[in-house]
T-cell receptor
Framework: DAGVIQSPRHEVTEMGQEVTLRCKPISGHNSLFWYRQTMMRGLELLIYFNNNVPIDDSGMPEDRFSAKMPNASFSTLKIQPSEPRDSAVYFC?????????????FGEGSRLTVL | GESVGLHLPTLSVQEGDNSIINCAYSNSASDYFIWYKQESGKGPQFIIDIRSNMDKRQGQRVTVLLNKTVKHLSLQIAATQPGDSAVYFCAEMKTSYDKVIFGPGTSLSVIP
């Protein structure tokens, strides 16, 4: 079975450019999470969706960040404009509402470098 | 605010020995606690969970202990193997299927 699929795996961009990260959750999962991982701050929850609806976006750093989930099989995280401090690995994870509580299935991450 | 923290940022153990990774949490309202393993270049992977009404749960070579009195969680790995080398995170949830908040992580290094 395919796991959570993220793209791109790596992106290098210049400050001020728009960045769009994409995620395809596991089919049948109804919750989707976006995390950011840095050495300084660890794994931070940015936003999570349940049945395509944003439930908690309190972790979104600022207005430069936005996330959408137009349907059950696709989500995007957009940064506009990007800044060097946004450099991190961004993970998408999904979970089933009927499985083990707290068992998130993570993608392999998108490593973003903003110059 | 909510926070989950770890006492030891790094841990080195000899292959075959048992490993113990500790975690302190601050939110007494959390109902679920989870351990994740993250190998280099990969996303975190679920290991085991425990609910707040339990104090011990065993899996394959792993045991999680929960002490609510002192808000302490630990992961014990028996007969540690080189493949266990990774970063381990404890995490918490207030209720089932809620958001999962991760602690800072402990790096486990297994010496052959």
């Amino acid at each position: 079975d395919a796991g959570v699929i993220q793209s791109p795996r790596h992106e290098v961009t210049e400050m001020g450019q728009e960045v769009t990260l994409r995620c395809k959750p596991i089919s049948g999962h109804n919750s989707l999470f976006w995390y950011r991982q840095t050495m300084m701050r660890g794994l931070e929850l940015l936003i999570y969706f349940n049945n395509n609806v944003p439930i908690d976006d309190s972790g979104m750093p600022e207005d430069r960040f936005s996330a959408k989930m137009p349907n059950a099989s696709f989500s995007t995280l957009k940064i506009q404009p990007s800044e060097p401090r946004d450099s991190a690995v961004y993970f998408c994870a999904s979970s089933s509402g009927t499985g083990v509580p707290g068992e998130l299935f993570f993608g392999e991450g998108s490593r973003l470098t903003v110059l | 605010g909510e926070s989950v923290g770890l006492h030891l940022p790094t841990l080195s153990v000899q292959e075959g020995d048992n490993s113990i990774i500790n975690c302190a949490y601050s939110n007494s309202a959390s109902d679920y606690f989870i351990w994740y393993k993250q190998e280099s270049g990969k996303g975190p992977q679920f290991i085991i969970d425990i609910r707040s009404n339990m104090d011990k749960r065993q899996g394959q070579r792993v045991t999680v202990l929960l002490n609510k009195t002192v808000k302490h969680l630990s992961l014990q790995i028996a007969a540690t193997q080189p493949g266990d080398s990774a970063v381990y995170f404890c995490a918490e949830m207030k209720t089932s299927y809620d958001k999962v908040i991760f602690g800072p992580g402990t790096s486990l290094s297994v010496i052959p």
